[in-house]
């Protein structure tokens, strides 16, 4: 069996979700670069394996995927280790409760609203469009307040004792967050979610897959 084949970039938050399955499961990989913000987009051979064009796309043995929910389930339930989702029914339908959550509401107002506007424009020589910013801070409140009351009070991880696919969705979104003011704000009104976060990032699997951007 050959090891699996991860294709896109290591800053985006879904090519890293997808990683820090594999870093959990402890699944050796490996992660060819691509990136579909390039001048002349991704290579034409990519839309073979994502005719969306976006990242991440999977392979293993011969078997190709894409869509980042699908990827992580596919990794947890096709190699050993330890499972990533709660084997009691309605932990499980929270765990993807709470990942539809983020797809839907979260990832849009905090990453490409609050966390690109706030910190990657100015590192970008642009300035920060603050209308932009300000007209996502409600969404962005309302998000992490209802994964902040989701989260079951004596975690520490959002399903209880035991990480899930659903802390390793909303990881590499919460790690960009909180370097923007206003996102480390919002996250800080969350007790729970703050709490969260602390132990997600002393987690091996979040240092393995460190982001260029941070």
């Known amino acids: 069996m050959t090891d699996p084949i991860l294709f896109g970039a290591a800053y985006s938050v879904y090519v890293r979700a ?3 399955a594999l870093e959990e499961k402890r699944v050796r990989y490996r992660l ?3 990136d579909v913000f390039a001048p002349d987009g991704p290579p034409a051979d990519y839309l073979e394996r994502q005719p969306f064009k976006r990242i991440p796309a999977f392979e293993h043995d011969g078997f190709r995927l894409y869509e980042t ?16 989702m709660p084997s009691a029914p309605r932990a499980r339908a929270r765990a993807n409760q709470i990942i539809s959550i983020i797809d839907n509401y979260g990832y849009r107002p905090l990453i490409w609203d609050i966390f690109v506007e706030r910190v990657r424009a100015p590192a970008q020589g642009r300035n920060a469009d603050e ?30 004792t035991a990480i899930s ?16 003011k206003e996102g480390a704000a919002l996250l800080a009104a969350q007790p729970r979610l703050s709490r969260w976060w602390q132990a997600m990032r002393e987690r091996p699997s979040i240092a393995a897959t460190r982001s260029p951007l941070e």
């Open 165 to 180: 696919l659903a802390d390793l969705h909303l990881a590499p979104m919460v790690a960009y967050l909180a370097m923007a």
């Open 18 to 20: 997808a990683r820090l």
């Open 32 to 34: 060819v670069e691509v």
């Open 131 to 160: 209308a932009k910013i300000a007209a996502a801070r409600p969404s962005a409140a309302l998000c992490l307040q209802t994964l902040n009351d989701l989260a079951e009070s004596e975690g520490p991880y959002l399903t209880g």
């Open 69 to 84: 929910g699908a990827i992580t389930r596919y990794i947890d339930e096709g190699f050993a280790g330890p499972p990533l």
